[in-house]
Structure formats: structure tokens, C-alpha cells
């Protein structure tokens, strides 16, 4: 709580504590405790839509993460014990394999599993040209580009007030150029470019839920990405979030090159989202590897000093985003090793189900360092007390009931009823 270089991060509320008789409980002993951060700590929920929505027989494997993990109480435990914000899988490929049968009941299943647990959640992704239908392929554009707009409103309408923030559109920097694997959408954006299909994915999304939150997302974090964010921006498409991805395989970059790629992409205006985190706790990725999808092995085994490493590295990575005033988020990719992308040890559990020191670390910041516990304090003459904090929701409790308040800015005010 003491961190003076997350002062952006932290806020402080006057409270007048009155009880269910509307009278000031002056003089009284309260209990104060942190329920919520504000600030999106996320991880992918992959591994409960079969554990949650049911297991899907004449469907595909999920890409990119996901588990066999059998216990959704040890598994539920450890992922909201930690995170407030989930990415759910909605590659098309896989939640529509056969024409005119998404995988949409067990995904509301999933998503309302996590909000009723307080997790805010998110779709993954609306427009890719990777995990993608094969009924797709030969039809022409104009019918590709019809379906595409029907499966982002029906996406983002189907689920509005379920799911409010979406990945609009992802990797659109390789997506007209991308030729690794036949697709009906890559032809897509080289006929009628990059723009073109950002602007479709935004307006679309945005009509179908308005008050939605939408993100463009990539891997590619050159000077191309910005090209495109800049040219998208002045064609006047709006977006509310820019989505970085940072799978570090090959190890982590150091404190200096994250802070001047954040300070790249915040000279924007818009909120930063970190929106695929990893690192490894096994030996990294050979340097020379361009593709990561290229480094496939048959056993990628997490070690005692890869662990130590990735704990160390983990602590780094979230005080230096943190530390950034632009980052609103950071979601890391896979809880556990099973199943998880590219084979990696990635996980911050092990697949025994045993924490690493990675989880451990990660747990003393968000839910140590930069959390406040239940806290005895009392009010003043008028009913008053002070509480600083993190920004996040809050609980005031005495013997006469509870009142939930928020920190949400550097100072204010506001009277709570206990009930």
C-alpha cells in the first residue's frame, strides 16, 4: 500500500457511516475490506467451458489453451482467488464447426459462471483469419464479408450484458497476408484491406451493443501496428482499447523496452490492454525463432530454476505495467500447464495442479502488496472515517450490517447505509 509509484493506481473516500436507522454511527468500530480491483487482472477461462458448460462430443479441440483439468472446485478456487477478468474462446472455427450450430449454450453457461463469481468478461476475438470454419471456404467474398457481419452481431448482441468487451478484430497487420494455413478471410482483407475490416468489425460491434468495449488487438508491435492504428483512427473508426500481446517465450525484454513499447502505443490516447501474456518457467525459446508457432517439441518441461525465473520475471512484468498510467489490463495466458499453448510450462500452476512460485508471487502483490485486508477502524464524532486504497470496490461492516463503496478517484466523499 505504500508503493508511492502507483499513486495513479490508488484513491481516498470520506465515508459517513450511518446504520439501517439512517442515524451517523459515530464513534464506532467498523471493519473495512478490499472486495475488487478496479484494475483488470485477467487470465483466459478456457478450461471452464468444458468443466462448466459441459463437454462438446462432435466439436473440435479448443486451440490455444484449455485443460483436462477434472475439478472445477480446485481449479475455480485457484483462478478467482487471483484474477477479475476472463477472455472466453470464440474463435469461429471452433465455436461454429458446423454451419448453423454455434457452441453458444455452453459458452452462456461459462460467461454467466464467472459473472455470477464477480469476473468481468471477454470475448476472443469477432475477426481472425486463424481457427476458421472450413465451410467458409469457396464462397465469394461478398458472401464472406455477409457472414461476417452476421456472426459479429449476432456475437455482440447475443451476449450484451453478458459480455461487454470483445476483441474486435485480431493480428489485422499479417491478416491479408498471412499464408500459413487456407482461410476465407485473409482474401478477404487483401481485397479490400486492413480498414476495411477494422471498420467492419467496429461498427458492426458497435451497433449490435453500443455500449460495449471493443479492442483491436495484435502481436505484431512494430512500427506497422501503429501505421495501422493511426490510419484506422483518422478514417474516424472509433476504438476504446488497444490490445498488445506479449507472449515471452523467449524471455522477458526487461523493464526499459516494455516501458518504451507502452509509451509507443499510449501516445494514442487509449487505454492499453496487455491481452496475451506469457512466460515460461522451462528453458526459453531458442532466440533465432521467428514464429512461435514454429518451436513445436515433444516435452517442454517446467524446472525448478525456469521457476524461480519465471517468478521473478512475473513480479518485474505487472509492477512495470502498473507502474504505466495507460494500462487498464493485463490478462495472462493459461492458469495451468495442461493444455497449454505451444506445449510451453507457461502456467503459473503446474500440472499436477501444485502452485508454482509464480502463482505465489503474483498472489503477494495483488492480493498482498496492493490489497487491503479486512481493517478494524472507527469513526469520528460525525460518523466519519478515511479510507485509501487501492482503486476497487470495498466493504464497510459493524454488528448492525454491511455497506459496499468504491475508491474510484484520488479523493472524494459519500455516505453509506448499512443494511
Not at 471477454?122 to 469457396?138: A, D, E, F, Y
Request: hydrophobic letters at 40%.
Amino acid at each position: 500500500m505504500s508503493d508511492s509509484g502507483l499513486r495513479h493506481r490508488m484513491g481516498k473516500i470520506t465515508l459517513t457511516v450511518r446504520g439501517p436507522d439512517r442515524r451517523a454511527r459515530t464513534d464506532a468500530e467498523v471493519t473495512v475490506a478490499q472486495q475488487r480491483h478496479a484494475f483488470g487482472f485477467g487470465n483466459i477461462g478456457f478450461d471452464f467451458v468444458d468443466l462448466v458448460g459441459g463437454a462438446r462430443p462432435d466439436g473440435p479441440a479448443q486451440p490455444f489453451g484449455g485443460t483436462d483439468q477434472p475439478d472445477l472446485d480446485r481449479l475455480g478456487e485457484l483462478w478467482l482467488n487471483l484474477f477479475n477478468t476472463a477472455t472466453l474462446p470464440f474463435y469461429w472455427g471452433s465455436y461454429e464447426p458446423r454451419r448453423g450450430a454455434p457452441d453458444t449454450e455452453r459458452l452462456t453457461k461459462t460467461a454467466r459462471w464467472l459473472a455470477e463469481r464477480g469476473v468481468t468478461v471477454k470475448g476472443h476475438p469477432l475477426v481472425w483469419h486463424t481457427v476458421q470454419p472450413s465451410w467458409l471456404l469457396g464462397l465469394d467474398l461478398d458472401e464472406v464479408e455477409r457472414l461476417q457481419r452476421v456472426r459479429i452481431r449476432d456475437l455482440v448482441g447475443g451476449f450484451a450484458g453478458l459480455i461487454d468487451t470483445w476483441d474486435a478484430i485480431n493480428e489485422a497487420v499479417i491478416m491479408p497476408v498471412f499464408a500459413n494455413g487456407e482461410n476465407a478471410i485473409t482474401p478477404l482483407a487483401r481485397a479490400r484491406g486492413r480498414i476495411h475490416l477494422v471498420r467492419m468489425a467496429f461498427e458492426e460491434a458497435r451497433a449490435a451493443n453500443p455500449a460495449a468495449t471493443l479492442l483491436i488487438n495484435d502481436f505484431d508491435l512494430s512500427s506497422a501496428y501503429e501505421c495501422l492504428i493511426e490510419g484506422v483512427l483518422e478514417a474516424g473508426v472509433r476504438i476504446d482499447a488497444i490490445g498488445l500481446q506479449t507472449h515471452m517465450h523467449q524471455g522477458y525484454p526487461g523493464e526499459e523496452r516494455m516501458t518504451e513499447l507502452l509509451d509507443r502505443f499510449a501516445r494514442y490516447g487509449l487505454p492499453l490492454h496487455l491481452t496475451e501474456t506469457t512466460l515460461v518457467s522451462g528453458h526459453l525459446m531458442p532466440a533465432e525463432i521467428e514464429d512461435l508457432n514454429d518451436y513445436q517439441i515433444p516435452h517442454w518441461p517446467s524446472t525448478p530454476e525456469g521457476e524461480a525465473r519465471q517468478a521473478e520475471e512475473i513480479v518485474r512484468h505487472y509492477r512495470c505495467l502498473l507502474a504505466h498510467p495507460a494500462v487498464r489490463s493485463v490478462n495472462y495466458w493459461g492458469l495451468t500447464d495442461r493444455g497449454a499453448w505451444l506445449g510451453a510450462p507457461a502456467g503459473l500452476v503446474r500440472a499436477d495442479g501444485s502452485r508454482k512460485p509464480s502463482y505465489d508471487a503474483l498472489e503477494a502483490l495483488i492480493k498482498g502488496e496492493w490489497w487491503l485486508p479486512a481493517t478494524t477502524m472507527r469513526t469520528d464524532a460525525d460518523g466519519k472515517l478515511t479510507v485509501e486504497g487501492f482503486l476497487g470496490d470495498y466493504t464497510v461492516a459493524t454488528g448492525a450490517g454491511t455497506a459496499r463503496f468504491t475508491i474510484d478517484a484520488a479523493e472524494t466523499s459519500a455516505t453509506v447505509d448499512l443494511a
